[in-house]
């Protein structure tokens, strides 16, 4: 998956994403961001309330020096060799495209502008609770946290080792009470470095995050935007000049090499847990029985009953065909009329982007009967055979921005 940074156009003047308009430029930092050294003000808040910081852009400033959103939301300029500006990764319609987003939401900002937020993958970011994180210490001292296999890679390097290129290091996830912790070493930029909890961060004190999903901001060109920057610490660049070719630097390589890939770990965690705990977790509430002895309840046995969030969110963390079966099986269960809310997640589950590999032919044709009954069997002949145009991320995505332009396009007079 293909992560960017917003280019200067994409943030201030008329021609700004739309949701930058709405949300203002002001790039609000996370606890981890704070932790590895981003300069930040003291005080300076972003539109949600959230302390705003340094944060890259992916332009250059008269081909020499990086383009910067400064704590003030303003235009600003680093030596592309610094290392105290967040990233605030963006993702280009290329790679929302084929997302299934989660959560989606509308938030209504204190200057009465509204903009869509959706959740994908997760990231460290807030600073665990002063409890949790003793306690967290005090295990991990004793080597008894139990690890979920996955690492997150940051900078080792001194913020100021400018002829120093990037040196990787791993901080291990764990797992503690049912959720996920990454352990990090604090390099602060300076006593304007406070986490949302309050605490200053001390040069190599060990601070503990909980992993959580990251929030994005949605433009109507298809867009995304993390709400926050995530990380800090890392060189734009080894170089001493930044031209604008951002496929070019040391960041970018980060980013494809290393964010693009961790961001997904909740996924690929998910992905490891056993069958009966994916089907407790997802199916539980829904599906009674063995083998082929199955109940289904779309209403739910406890009355909640199964969305296409909750089927979105089970396609997103696996592939595997007996949950698929049982996926498909549940949507055939609802009445003939409400089957076809759930035509985008039946064909995620065929699209070959996702996965290039073939269900079997008894999910091929539990898929093909729902299709025909939606009236969509075309399209799914068409995901089936490899088809990108009509995949079920882009089509939950452009249902989504035509919400959202409908929504902006009232607010901002129709424009």
């Known amino acids: 998956m293909k992560v960017t940074f917003l280019r200067e156009e994409d943030i201030w003047g008329n021609n700004a994403l739309e949701v930058m308009q709405a949300y203002g430029t002001k790039v ?81 900002l204190a200057n009465g502008k509204t903009v869509q937020i959706c959740e994908y993958g997760a990231y460290p970011q807030t600073v665990a609770p002063k409890s949790i994180s003793q306690e967290l210490e005090a295990q991990y001292q004793k080597n008894a946290l139990k690890t979920t296999g996955k690492n997150y890679t940051f900078d080792s390097v001194e913020l100021d080792a400018y002829s120093t290129g990037f040196t990787p290091r791993n901080c291990a996830e764990y797992m503690f009470n049912g959720k996920r912790y990454v352990r990090i070493k604090g390099k602060p930029y300076d006593r304007n470095s406070v986490m949302s909890d309050g ?48 496929a070019n630097t040391t960041m970018y390589n980060y980013l494809q090499k290393h964010f693009a890939k961790e961001m997904e770990a909740q996924k690929e965690f998910t992905e490891t847990l056993s069958r009966l705990a994916i089907r407790n977790r997802y199916f539980s509430n829904y599906v009674s029985g063995f083998e082929n002895n199955k109940e289904f309840y779309p209403a739910g046995k406890d009355g909640q009953p199964f969305t296409p969030e909750k089927a979105c969110a089970i396609v997103d963390i696996t592939n595997a065909p007996p949950f698929m079966r049982d996926l498909l099986k549940l949507i055939a269960a609802f009445p003939k009329e409400e089957q076809g809310q759930f035509k985008d997640v039946v064909l995620t589950v065929f699209d070959k982007e996702r996965d290039e590999r073939d269900q079997p032919n008894e999910i091929v044709v539990l898929g093909k009967k729902l299709a025909v009954s939606g009236g969509y069997e075309k399209e799914l002949n068409h995901v089936l055979q490899g088809g990108r145009g009509n995949s079920a991320g882009a089509r939950a995505f452009a249902d989504a921005v035509s919400l959202f332009t409908s929504r902006l396009g009232k607010f901002f007079g129709g424009r």
């Open 28 to 108: 609000g930092v996370s606890d981890v961001a704070i932790a590895l050294g981003t300069c930040m003000g003291s005080g300076t808040k972003n539109s949600a309330g959230v302390a705003s910081g340094y944060a890259w852009s992916a332009s250059s400033y008269k081909n020499v020096n990086v383009r910067t959103v400064d704590l003030d939301g303003a235009k600003n300029c680093f030596n592309p060799n610094r290392r105290i500006a967040a990233g605030c990764p963006a993702l280009p319609f290329s790679a929302t495209s084929k997302i299934c987003p989660n959560n989606m939401k509308t938030m209504r």
């Open 199 to 246: 605490t200053s961060v001390q040069k190599g004190q060990a601070y503990w995050f909980e992993v959580q999903p990251i929030e994005w901001l949605m433009d109507t060109k298809g867009t995304w935007v993390s709400r926050q920057a995530l990380f800090a610490g890392i060189q734009f660049d080894t170089k001493n000049e930044y031209n604008g070719n951002f």
